[in-house]
């Protein structure tokens, strides 16, 4: 019902790009579960892509990749800043980009949900918790199975908006736990109608990111494991 897609020729595009702009093989960032896009299969991509060191969090990290096929020789684990080789952090998942202009980095994550409800409320009807989101004339609503434990951080409430029917719909009242409110105005929606948080077909995350007062990776970090990932 609800899902990230990660695209990992993109990751190893950016891999490509980042390493022949460094001169070096550098080391990936893969804290945060790589930034939200899945350890093991980003370590995976990266090292085929011809980084020999990876960076992640933790020793579970480190076991996981070990136990994946990574070899421990290439793992390593965060030591201050000053002593770390060059690094390549949210660019080599195409999240913040512009910052490394010129290299034609591409963003590898799409979120999105599909509708699993669909209704009508007249004008002066609040929505959503504390009913924070009143409609000024009737109205048509669309359900989507995609909240904060999934991910969609409740910063998003009444701010931020998801791409349904190809424009752009803002998320009506408070978001909640596994699920948010989109508001239709005149139009419609179907139930299994697909609603697009960010990646292609809906917004870019960093227009996203900014429409609710947050950094781009801080929006792909924060999906943890309440969302399902799927690799391409």
């Known amino acids: 019902m609800h899902e990230a897609r990660i695209d990992l020729s993109a990751v190893h595009h950016n891999a490509r790009q980042l390493l022949a702009q460094a001169g070096s093989s550098g080391i990936a960032d893969l804290r945060a579960d790589a930034y939200g896009h ?14 020999d060191t990876v960076l992640v969090s933790n020793e579970r990290d480190r076991r996981l990749l070990r136990d994946g096929g990574i070899s421990d020789r290439a793992i390593r684990l965060p030591i ?5 080789p060059h690094l390549v952090g949210p660019a080599l998942y195409g ?5 490394v202009p010129g290299l034609g980095l591409a963003g590898a994550m799409r979120v999105s949900a599909l509708v699993t409800g669909v209704k009508a409320i007249d004008a ?9 989101y009143r409609v000024y004339r009737r109205s048509n609503l669309a359900l989507v199975p995609l909240g904060y434990a999934n991910g969609l951080h409740r910063a998003s409430s009444n701010r931020g ?5 190809g424009v752009l719909r ?6 909640a736990m596994n699920e948010h409110v989109l508001d239709l105005g005149d139009d419609t929606a179907e139930i299994g109608d697909e609603a697009v948080l960010f990646g292609d077909g809906g917004a870019h995350l960093a227009e996203f ?9 801080e929006v792909v970090t924060g999906l943890g494991m309440g969302i399902r990932r799927i690799y391409a």
């Open 209 to 217: 990111a900014a429409s609710i007062g947050q950094r781009p990776e």
């Open 80 to 84: 201050p800043a000053e002593a770390l």
């Open 161 to 165: 908006r998801l791409t349904l029917g």
């Open 124 to 132: 002066g009807e609040g929505i959503s918790y504390g009913l924070t």
């Open 38 to 51: 899945g350890v093991l299969e980003i370590a995976r991509t990266v090292t085929d892509a011809g980084f």
């Open 170 to 175: 803002p998320i009506a009242g408070r978001v």
């Open 95 to 99: 999240v913040g980009a512009e910052s």
